[in-house]
């Protein structure tokens, strides 16, 4: 079978998938918020796919529960093979073993957050940094648990100290867009967008997001075109027919008095950014 359009499966989220998901999103979905614990050098080579990765976590793990790193590790490929209960009690048992381990706390927030917890997710995360100690890729994380939360205004305050302390990095700017575009403030939503999308650093997540905005404002061309820089041309413009199609159905269903939902929700970057 044919995988989705990946803005299709964007749209058709009720919840933040993958950006808490595959990362806010996004995925950027195999970065960690930990990487404190040790140089990508230092890892040794992770297993292709992630059921085969759970289960090489999961043999280390069983063989020392009590290593922090091991229980992190191990809560990633849980959460990135779909495990998301069993991820939250694994890191959950970490936490207990090692309660003072902030790397343990921020990764058991990500799995908190991606679990649906997020009143919970936002505490843990809290505890994971200090404000003398601000970590601003936590902070982009805890705006993207307010806004699933839907307390936006609180969730932008947060992503502006997070730019404080890296200005125009694009994956805290792409998560600032998407909470625009939640409250259909899509001029707003475009403006982030645009500075993310002329970073060096900007991913496909970032122009994908840029796409779905500009195309949620009609210009279906243009969202088209920027689309198309990560995608085949035939993906490209099936997720454009399908944001059309989309609005189009909203606005019927507005006009027969139907319950408004002008804007769907988003995958906003995965908590690991």
């Not at 063989?63 to 991820?87: S, V």
């Not at 649906?116 to 809290?126: E, M, S, W, Y």
């Not at 088209?224 to 995608?231: N, S, Y």
Request: proline share 5%.
């Amino acid at each position: 079978m044919r995988q989705q359009p990946s803005i299709r499966r964007l749209l058709a989220s009720a919840a933040f998938a993958a950006l808490i998901a595959a990362g806010l999103g996004g995925c950027q979905t195999v970065s960690d918020i930990t990487g404190s614990l040790g140089s990508r050098a230092e890892q040794p080579r992770a297993p292709e796919t992630p059921q085969r990765a759970a289960e090489v976590y999961g043999e280390r793990y069983r063989a020392n529960p009590k290593d922090g790193a091991t229980a992190i590790a191990y809560g990633q490929a849980l959460r990135n093979n779909g495990q998301r209960e069993q991820a939250v009690a694994v890191l959950e048992q970490a936490t207990l073993a090692s309660p003072g381990n902030k790397a343990v706390l921020a990764a058991y927030g990500r799995a908190l957050a991606d679990n649906g917890n997020f009143k919970l997710a936002f505490d843990v995360l809290a505890r994971a940094h200090s404000p003398d100690n601000p970590d601003w890729k936590l902070l982009s994380v805890q705006g993207t648990v307010l806004d699933q939360m839907g307390r936006h205004d609180e969730a932008r305050r947060y992503y502006d100290s997070a730019l404080k302390i890296v200005p125009g990095e694009p994956s805290v700017l792409s998560n600032l867009g998407l909470s625009y575009m939640l409250t259909r403030e899509l001029p707003k939503a475009e403006e982030a967008l645009r500075q993310a999308y002329g970073s060096q650093k900007a991913d496909a997540r970032v122009r994908q997001n840029l796409a779905l905005v500009v195309g949620l404002q009609g210009r279906f061309s243009e969202a088209e075109q920027i689309a198309r820089a990560d995608l085949p041309p035939d993906e490209a413009a099936a997720n454009v027919a399908y944001l059309k199609q989309m609005i189009q159905g909203q606005r019927e269903g507005q006009g027969k008095g139907k319950a408004r939902n002008a804007v769907p929700m988003a995958a906003l970057n995965q908590p690991d950014q």
